[in-house]
């Protein structure tokens, strides 16, 4: 290519480059415009992710890689129609990055043995990749532990053993690990900011204020803008307070980062959160705390993605009822479907992995594949996800 054509030959092979990277469906860059995410092309992107836990709790790993092939498993998740994933780390593996001695979590991929933690996230990423799933890594907790209550020492972005800066620098290095992966295309800054009591103290998050240790909003911008220098290209997905149940501070205080069109903000929802009545009233809970985010044209108008939610799969009243768990199920469905809200359902593993108050290998209640994780344990919750697909 040359200059003969118009421009600059580097900038004629850019766009060669980029046009390339299109037709083969390479790239992911995704970016935000008003309430939507869009593509490179300015194309509406729906994300419908699942949440793939386990590198954030104490094996270090995925779930599931005792049962099946890491491919088997991203090969499914991809058939069932989903197109992208959160995935769950801490701190901890990051900082630490154990070699993975126990057999027992991979044997159905022995090829990790012995490896380090961040070589087998290395290869989850880029497995799910090779199978067309976009990527959202979610800094889920600091310490490797099951998640969330107010004593686990996780609740806040920091603590005394892991500050803001290991934090922000954290994310700043594993960003740059993935720069050339397109399909890692955001980053959930962290998991369900909440009160935490540690040392006889309670201390909660709040968005603004006077008292910047607890400023989650400030903290967000600071990470936010680190993570942009590295790799402008990413999506910053911030969530509300309170378990990100409550996004009501960004009406008078919405995030600002140095790189445009790129914040989505986040809420997660689970049926003991809210005190079922009329689906009216719970739509109108649900525009009161995040819904109304959505508003176009408005100083605050981003998209909302829903990080977390998650049904039991034990029988079919958990997806369909005239009450509780299955009523919820059926509202909040309901909900994302009139406002074409992006998703991600917690949790695919068929299995638990091991943490506080957990049982390594015992089922997991709340996921969508069964314990040999080969298959969807309840159809009936899998066919209900997939009319928001």
């Not at 380090?116 to 067309?132: K, M, P």
């Not at 909660?204 to 204020?209: K, L, R, S, V």
Request: contains cysteine.
């Amino acid at each position: 290519i040359n200059s003969e054509y118009g421009g600059t030959p580097n900038k004629m092979k850019l766009l060669a480059c980029i046009a390339f990277l299109l037709l083969i469906g390479l790239s992911f860059c995704l970016k935000t415009d008003g309430r939507w995410i869009v593509n490179e092309s300015g194309t509406r992107v729906r994300l419908a992710c699942v949440n793939w836990y386990g590198a954030d709790q104490k094996d270090f790993v995925v779930g599931g890689l005792q049962q099946q092939t890491s491919n088997s498993i991203a090969r499914l998740i991809k058939s069932l129609g989903f197109n992208c994933i959160r995935l769950p780390w801490s701190l901890q593996m990051y900082i630490e990055n154990p070699v993975i001695t126990n057999r027992t979590v991979v044997e159905s991929n022995l090829q990790y043995l012995n490896k380090r933690a961040l070589e087998i996230f290395d290869s989850i990423v880029e497995v799910l990749s090779n199978n067309g799933l976009m990527v959202i890594l979610d800094n889920h907790v600091s310490r490797a532990d099951w998640c969330c209550s107010s004593n686990d020492g996780n609740g806040l972005w920091y603590s005394n053993e892991y500050p803001e800066s290991t934090w922000i620098d954290t994310w700043v290095g594993l960003v740059t690990r993935y720069k050339n992966e397109a399909k890692v295309v955001g980053v959930d800054l962290r998991n369900e900011l909440r009160t935490t009591c540690t040392d006889g103290r309670c201390r909660t998050p709040t968005w603004g204020g006077s008292d910047p240790s607890l400023d989650w909003h400030a903290a967000a911008e600071r990470c936010g803008n680190a993570i942009l220098k590295a790799n402008p290209n990413l999506l910053i997905i911030v969530e509300g307070i309170n378990y990100a149940l409550d996004l009501t501070g960004i009406a008078n205080l919405p995030i600002k980062l140095n790189v445009p069109n790129r914040v989505v903000y986040s809420s997660h929802n689970y049926q003991w959160d809210y005190p079922l009545g009329s689906y009216a009233a719970f739509k109108a809970d649900l525009d009161r705390t995040w819904g109304y985010i959505l508003e176009p044209n408005k100083p605050y108008t981003a998209p909302v993605w829903l990080g977390e939610f998650g049904t039991c799969h034990t029988s079919l009243s958990c997806v369909r009822s005239n009450n509780g768990m299955g009523l919820w199920f059926e509202y909040l469905l309901r909900y994302l479907n009139e406002n074409e809200v992006s998703w991600s359902y917690w949790a695919i593993d068929g299995t638990e992995s091991s943490g506080t108050g957990r049982t390594y290998g015992a089922p997991e209640a709340y996921g969508i594949l069964n314990i040999k994780w080969d298959g969807v344990e309840l159809e009936a919750m899998m066919s209900a996800l997939k009319t928001i697909q």
